[in-house]
């Protein structure tokens, strides 16, 4: 099968085309990469060729390596590993050498040919580092087109020559922080950037490209690097100026990464020895860094969860299959407070007509002038054109009538967590429309909020995060009488708004929130045990969790934790217990001390609001005990609650799919993305069959809730991992 | 085992560490033959019965690299036979240097060493020699480096030593220092400095001064809030070893630091049977010396560690000591040292320190020998220990006994 057209036209330039077949998008291989040198080796050899365009027949160039294919290199020859992953990964260099080189040769005095990079659209990771290798790359001017290299976004470095040549074009204070980050860039951007050489119109992309190639000149198609007396700009690690910029490098990475991510650390090595040596052998060095990357056991977890898992889901991994496919034109969202008004924005921004409702017109249009604030801040992020938010705000109609909602393909009620006046209000929006409903909520049971529905079976819930317009979860809650279709209509609507759903059976708290709520409480037991404040919060962001649990707990209020703790308490009656937590909170609130609402909380904050220091009176009222806990203990913790949780959700039946488990918990908690999720990281401990013990060592300190569940037991007891890769 | 006997120690005024210093017109290799060549001259030493010159110094690159030693035996009058080697172990340089031959005096020989070290902090920049440890990823990432003053500053947020701690201490290292000046009590380890002809350069400290009071030091600045707080960010990078702290509080500036100074130390070390033939008196005798390895990210408490090896090693009790030198790095040094070991003010850094009268990286180490000597005799006390915090996470230390 062939990946790439290869035309020789009559100006003597080879075009060759990727075009996978049957592919929206091109992908790299190792079968297309050799493919690919196959026909370069045919217009080197051509004496009739006079120089080579690289573009591709499809609207992108390409979206990079097909991300799959790790997990077979990986496990090809498992005896000799790092043997096989290093040549696998030599063998790309050598081939993207070959290109470079252009069959130019020293000895004989051969020039090469031109080699041109002619990118119609998005070119990222291998999809911008063969480019690299060429000798110039030109660019349509693409708004939608994105160039760069993002692999560290899933756990991995560029390493087709990705850090070698980009710090050579560009330096390593230009390179490093574009790949650190995994920035994206449009054309224009990566022009004045210099990432690529050109721009220009799309119809004349080839044209141009064929132009530089038959008026190249000799010292056009020797890269920098291949010169004689090539310096990297800004010089190396070990020059006056590179040397303290790399010393900041390394000080901001590990203190925005605390060292987790194992794939960042491998980067910056591979930057700091491959830019102290020659090209060639800074080529061996970005592959054995990134072998040993391929070979580290968690590694892959984060590909897994955060590329695979989540491009599954979000092209319907758990949607009913049997169920036609719904095109969603009009939605109606009732309740036009921060959750409504969010949900009516995104649904806008995918092309829906929505009429928000509230009670009366007023309330109503408030709710609309929050949106163009939302999307006024979108617009200075330059996430949305300024142009279109006239469009997108037309398509939104508040209105206080539920006949308006009438013709509605779906309907999400999105008024306050009570559940007298959301049954109200589901009623009436039942009595106006005969499409699905559901119900934004993140505390209330669906099957019980279904009773105000005719047909239980077409109602459901819909879980959205805060703040909707940035948070990609959105978790759909099955009721015991939800039906295949609206959950399948739920997915399309979420898809439709390019948000990723997991899909959960309805029990208290769902499941994100039935695992935040143990580590906020986790943190606050933590406090009335006198752990120094600090330590908590520190050792939770040295972990990966975005916010510490003292903090989450101001942000979301003490009132709220004070009331999920006593309705909790009401519901589970007799079989709630004791809970150290619910000392400090109550302790807290008691105080006035409610949270960052109150400009008080576990945090002191300036008038303004601004979260100043950890407030000194805890010390006071829950004084520090002797000895301390080792970072390590707390870490366990933090993270061993979390977890213990998903897979008790997962026993339940709560969670169905371990996928979901770990995808819903990265984006929709923050959990420590290094691990690929919670069963990412207890499959790591599985396989250290240290996991148990650590269950048991943690039970005995600090209660029950540390039991490691059956089905985690039994997990381990046949070493078995929870994920299925 | 032989005895390692000190029998003359020297060392140069510290010159301001910077083009205005007067001792910035000479070379490293100058200054430091002008104090072997004064050790030659002050105790008739033949030129060629050195056993070997070892000399310390923490920036080896430029006028101060390829082997500073064998650069400085041959400038000095010492004959060509003395061969010369140079260490680095940064700021206790100048100290490992008169251990490794007291060490090797020990063994037994007939032996006299020369031992000292010199950095001419106006001429080869600090930290331009390069370091691995502070930018490959391997380890800076690994140990979490930073920079010593956030270290230093570490140090003080750990033990709860105040700004207004830290500046009290300086002031009265100011004093101390003035006092001594006024005098004289560096009369014997002092040798002024000359250029190629024999015209005085500099004869006195210049860095030290003496009208510092509290409100001066009130009025500076922190030196490493910045590159804590703001860019690169290094506090985030201690507080992954250190999470316990909330945050670091930065209370060290120019006035309650070591001074960057220019200087150069020797030292003239030997055993009994080496001295006796050339009429030498002995001054001190080594009892022990220790050094050790300590947390990299807080850095600087090395002598801690080192303090309790060597008195083990030399079986005393800290209340044995009669004089404490303990480098004056950064201010919560000394009052880290008083604190873990709670010995009395009145024992350390009865002259002055590096805060007053600069730290002159590599030569430092012989420098408080120096004065340590010096100070035993004209106090008529017993024992000394010098200790001093260094770079990456070491310490070194040395007892030594009036004799």
Redesign the interface.
Same mark, same amino acid.
């Not at chain 2, 502070?134 to 391997?138: I, K, L, Q, S």
């Not at chain 2, 860019?231 to 290094?234: A, K, T, V």
């Not at chain 2, 999470?243 to 945050?247: G, S």
């Given at each position: 099968m062939s990946d790439f057209h290869y035309q020789k036209e009559a100006d003597g330039i080879a075009v060759i085309s990727w075009d996978v077949a049957g592919a929206r998008i091109n992908t790299m291989t190792r079968e297309s990469l050799r493919e690919l040198a196959s026909h370069f080796d045919s217009a080197f050899s051509d004496g009739k060729v006079r120089g080579v365009v690289l573009t591709s027949a499809k609207k992108d160039f390409s979206g990079g390596m097909a991300l799959d294919t790790f997990h077979q290199i990986r496990g090809q020859e498992p005896t000799e590993e790092a043997d096989a992953l290093f040549a696998h990964i030599m063998e790309f260099h050598q081939i993207i050498r070959r290109i470079e080189w252009a069959g130019r040769e020293l000895k004989s005095g051969r020039s090469g040919k031109p080699v041109i990079a002619a990118l119609p659209g998005t070119a990222v990771g291998i999809g911008y580092e063969i480019p690299l290798a060429c000798h110039r790359i030109i660019a349509a001017k693409n708004p939608k087109a994105r160039i760069g290299l993002p692999e560290i976004k899933v756990g991995l470095f560029p390493a087709a020559g990705g850090t070698a040549r980009l710090i050579r074009r560009l330096g390593i204070e230009g390179a490093a922080p574009l790949m650190l980050k995994g920035t994206l860039l449009s054309p224009e951007k990566a022009l004045a950037a210099n990432l690529i050489d050109a721009v220009a119109e799309p119809d004349e992309l080839i044209e141009k490209a064929k132009e530089w190639a038959l008026g190249a000149e000799p010292e056009d198609i020797v890269k920098p690097w291949d010169r004689k007396g090539y310096r990297m700009p800004g010089g190396t690690p070990y020059s006056s100026k590179g040397y303290l910029s790399f010393m900041g490098a390394c000080a901001m990475v590990s203190g925005n990464t605390s060292g987790v991510y194992p794939a960042v650390n491998a980067m910056m090595s591979a930057i700091y020895e491959g830019a102290q040596v020659p090209f060639d052998t800074a080529l061996k060095v970005e592959a054995r860094w990134f072998s040993k990357l391929l070979m580290e056991a968690s590694s892959l977890n984060m590909l897994q969860t955060l590329f695979l898992d989540t491009k599954a889901l979000e092209k319907g991994a758990r949607r009913p299959a049997t169920i036609k496919k719904s095109e969603l034109k009009k939605i109606g969202v009732v309740g036009a407070g921060m959750m409504g008004s969010g949900i009516a924005l995104v649904s806008a921004q995918a092309g829906l007509e929505v009429v928000l409702i509230d009670q009366d017109l007023n309330a109503a249009s408030r709710g609309k002038g929050k949106i163009e604030k939302l999307l006024a801040a979108q617009v200075k992020r330059r996430r949305v054109a300024e142009s279109e938010t006239r469009h997108i705000l037309e398509r939104i109609k508040p209105s206080q009538e539920y006949e308006t909602l009438s013709g509605a393909d779906f309907v999400i009620e999105a008024v306050y967590e009570n559940p007298a006046l959301k049954g109200e209000v589901l009623a009436r929006i039942d009595r106006s429309v005969d499409c699905m409903i559901a119900s934004n909520t993140s505390t209330l049971p669906i099957s019980d909020l279904a009773k105000s529905c005719q047909t239980p079976s077409t109602f459901l819930g819909v879980h959205f995060f805060s703040p909707v317009d940035r948070m990609r979860l959105v978790e759909i809650i099955r009721g015991k009488e939800t039906d295949d279709a609206a959950v399948a209509l739920a997915i399309d609507f979420v898809s439709r708004i390019q948000k990723t759903p997991i899909v959960v059976n309805d029990a208290r708290f769902f499941y994100a929130n039935r695992c935040v709520i143990p580590y906020l409480n986790e943190g606050i037991r933590m406090v009335g045990e006198g752990v120094r404040p600090p330590l908590i919060e520190n050792v939770a962001r040295q972990c990966g969790m975005p916010v510490g649990p003292l903090q989450l707990v101001d942000e979301t209020s003490i009132e709220l934790a004070v009331s999920i703790a006593k309705a909790t308490k009401s519901a589970l009656g007799a079989d709630y217990g004791h809970n150290d937590a619910d000392e400090v909170i109550f302790k807290l609130a008691s105080l006035g001390r409610l949270g960052r609402k109150s400009k008080a909380g576990f945090f002191e904050y300036s008038e303004t609001g601004h979260r100043l220091r950890l407030w000194h009176g805890l010390g006071v009222y829950f004084p520090e005990a002797t000895p301390q806990p080792n970072a390590e203990k707390v870490r366990n913790r933090l993270l061993m609650i979390q977890a213990l949780e998903a897979v008790r959700a997962l026993e339940e039946g709560v969670l169905t799919d371990v996928r979901e488990g770990n995808v819903g918990a990265i984006l929709g908690w923050g959990f420590a993305p290094w691990s690929g999720g919670p069963f990412g990281w207890l499959d790591g401990l599985i396989a250290n069959q240290s996991v148990l013990s650590l269950c048991d060592d943690l039970s005995r300190q600090f209660g029950e809730r540390f039991v490691a569940p059956k089905l985690l037991v039994d997990k381990a007891t046949r070493r078995e991992k929870f994920s299925v890769h | 085992m032989s005895d390692a006997l000190i029998f003359d120690a020297v060392r140069t005024p510290r010159g301001r560490g910077s083009q205005r210093g007067s001792l910035a017109s000479l070379t490293s290799v100058d200054i430091s033959a002008q104090m072997i060549d004064a050790l030659i001259h002050r105790n008739h030493l033949p030129g060629h019965d050195i056993e070997d010159v070892i000399w310390g110094n923490a920036t080896q690159i430029g006028e101060q690299g390829g082997c500073l030693a064998r650069a400085v035996v041959l400038m000095s009058e010492l004959d060509d036979a003395v061969p010369g080697l140079t260490i680095n172990r940064f700021c206790a340089s100048g100290l490992e240097a008169v251990n490794l031959a007291a060490g090797q005096i020990h063994a037994g020989e007939k032996t006299g060493y020369i031992a000292g070290g010199v950095e001419m902090m106006s001429r080869v920049t600090m930290?331009?020699d390069?370091a691995a440890m502070?930018?490959?990823?391997?380890i800076?990432? #690994?140990m979490?480096?930073?920079p010593q003053g956030i270290s230093a500053d570490l140090i003080a947020t750990e033990y709860g030593f105040s700004r207004e701690d830290c500046d009290r201490y300086a002031c009265q290292s100011q004093q101390r220092a003035a006092r001594a000046w006024t005098e004289d009590r560096f009369k014997h380890s002092i040798v002024a400095v000359h250029d190629i002809n024999h015209r005085e350069v500099l004869a006195q400290d210049e860095h030290l001064r003496p009208e510092t009071d509290m409100a001066v030091l009130a009025e500076l600045k922190p030196s490493f809030a910045d590159m804590g707080e703001g860019?690169?960010?290094?506090d #985030?990078?201690a507080?992954?070893k250190y999470?316990?702290?909330?945050?670091i509080e930065h209370v060290h500036h120019p006035g309650n630091s070591s001074g960057i100074v220019d200087g150069a130390a020797a030292i003239l070390i030997g055993n009994e049977e080496f001295g006796a033939p050339l009429e030498l008196r002995p001054k001190a005798r080594v009892l022990s010396m220790a050094k050790v390895g300590s947390e990299p990210t807080i850095m600087l408490t090395g002598p801690i560690a080192a303090t309790r090896l060597a008195l083990k090693r030399a079986n005393l009790e800290i209340s044995d000591i009669d004089l404490f030198e303990v480098n004056e790095a950064f201010a919560a040094i000394p009052l880290l040292f008083m604190h873990e070991f709670g010995v009395d003010d009145e024992k350390v850094n009865v002259n002055g320190g590096a805060i007053s009268l600069g730290h002159p990286l590599g030569a430092t180490g012989a420098i408080l020998l120096s004065s340590a000597v010096e100070e035993l005799e004209r106090a008529d006390l017993s024992t000394a220990l010098v200790t001093l915090c260094v770079g990456g996470g070491m310490g070194v230390a040395t007892v030594i006994e009036r004799v």
């Open positions: - | 930290g331009s390069g502070a930018v490959d990823p391997r800076a990432m #690994k979490a480096f930073v860019m690169p960010g290094f #985030k990078v507080l992954l999470p316990h702290l909330e945050a």
